[in-house]
């Protein structure tokens, strides 16, 4: 008996990871994953063979070798090593230019039409209406049962209490149908 139920668990286990990885989130995510790599790498290509080369036409042409001394003798040995305390903005300035190209392609080429997109749809569609919540349905109730107590015919209101404090009867003196077992004034 313990193997069947291992076996339901195991079955339940397997179902619930296949729902997981085909709802549709999950499988969005994997294709931005997939086209957000690809097209990293076009922006990368941009930046390095566009955008650095007009940063560094004021200086050197590699946006890495920037770099700030705060501590001297700032020296680059035969190895490549620099000596003293250099502030590396080059590479900075280079990730932030990528940042920024990165998220304009995104939203002015992915975010805007989408968005665009969806309010010429709500408009084909017309307004939608939002569904009233319960303090606003209690407050109509409440508007029309004072309305109608004000209306000054002195009509009971249908299963209500009537003006004046009295209590509702019909014409054989019964209160009305009742919740749950309620008391009935019939002889």
């Known amino acids: 008996m313990s193997n069947d139920a291992s076996q339901v668990e195991k079955k339940g286990v397997l179902a619930g990871f296949k729902e997981f990885l085909m709802r549709g989130n999950v499988v969005e995510l994997a294709v931005a994953v997939v086209v957000g790599a690809a097209f990293s790498k076009i922006v ?20 890495d070798r920037y770099r700030y001394c705060l501590k001297d003798p700032c020296t680059v040995g035969s190895t490549g090593e620099v000596t003293g305390v ?11 230019l ?22 010429r749809q709500q408009a084909k569609a017309g307004p939608v209406e939002v569904p009233k919540t319960e303090v606003e349905l209690l407050t109509e109730i409440r508007d029309v049962l004072l ?13 209500g209490s009537a003006p004046g404090g009295s209590a509702p009867g019909g014409p054989d003196g019964s209160v ?8 009935s004034t019939n002889g």
């Open 44 to 63: 990368d290509a941009v930046v390095n063979g566009f955008i650095n080369p007009l940063v560094g036409a004021i200086g050197t042409k590699d946006l």
């Open 86 to 96: 250099a502030i590396k903005w080059g590479p900075v300035l280079s990730a932030t």
């Open 98 to 119: 990528t940042f920024v190209i990165t998220a304009a392609v995104v939203y002015f080429l992915m975010i805007l039409p989408m968005n665009k997109y969806k309010e």
């Open 176 to 183: 009305g149908p009742q919740r749950g077992g309620g008391v």
């Open 147 to 159: 309305a109608q107590r004000a209306d000054g015919h002195g009509s009971p209101v249908p299963g």
